[in-house]
């Protein structure tokens, strides 16, 4: 068994913005493998469960904001006796440029607020996390917060929308592979055109 959680904010507000594309990923994983989201009020979260290499594997949206999501996803996580190595967080990362991948299987929040929130319920930070690069307002004209929580304009959600394609693939590929196979094909991967996965880089 095993938890892919997508890191966001609930409701049309925040669709198409930077800090849901862990949202994206796992609407991704959803549609490819014939997901069905369901409410569940209990665990403040749309669930759906899919097949991952002959498993089942749970997805998770917590609708619980941003800042509270590991009230949601752990308890999910337990409920299913899942322990933390059971669990897979796609979240944003502002420190990346648009459309890199990055995926670890440990560390701390990095300034993320849902990963601090599920590093604090989980009791560690012994859990794969794969990051999708978001960057900054290129005019550098708004704040952190206002660019994550603003829609992309078309050519970065054409970009934004390779990456969540590729970060989907990641997800499967870790549950088929492993973790270090996984970050030897994708640390590093870069949305552009033509563009493959990146070997060895950035482990």
Do not use: C
């Not at 999501?69 to 669990?87: F, M, R, W």
């Amino acid at each position: 068994m095993k938890v892919i959680a997508g890191l966001g904010n609930p409701g049309e507000r925040y669709a198409h913005t930077p800090h849901n594309v862990g949202f994206d990923v796992v609407d991704a994983l959803a549609k490819r493998l014939d997901g069905s989201w369901k409410n569940s009020p209990g665990f403040k979260a749309l669930i759906a469960r899919i097949t991952i290499a002959a498993q089942p594997v749970w997805l998770v949206k917590p609708q619980t904001f941003m800042n509270l999501s590991g009230t949601s996803i752990v308890p999910v996580l337990k409920y299913y006796d899942g322990e933390a190595a059971d669990l897979i967080v796609v979240s944003d990362d502002v420190d990346l440029p648009l459309g890199r991948l990055r995926i670890r299987g440990s560390g701390g929040t990095g300034g993320h607020k849902g990963l601090a929130s599920v590093i604090e319920q989980l009791g560690n930070e012994k859990f794969a996390r794969i990051r999708l690069g978001v960057g900054r307002d290129e005019g550098g004209q708004r704040e952190t917060a206002d660019y994550v929580l603003s829609k992309f304009d078309t050519a970065r959600q054409a970009r934004a929308d390779e990456a969540i394609t590729a970060a989907a693939d990641a997800a499967m590929y870790l549950i088929e592979q492993g973790l270090n196979e996984t970050m030897n094909r994708y640390n590093g991967w870069n949305a552009q055109p033509a563009s493959n996965p990146t070997t060895g880089s950035e482990n």
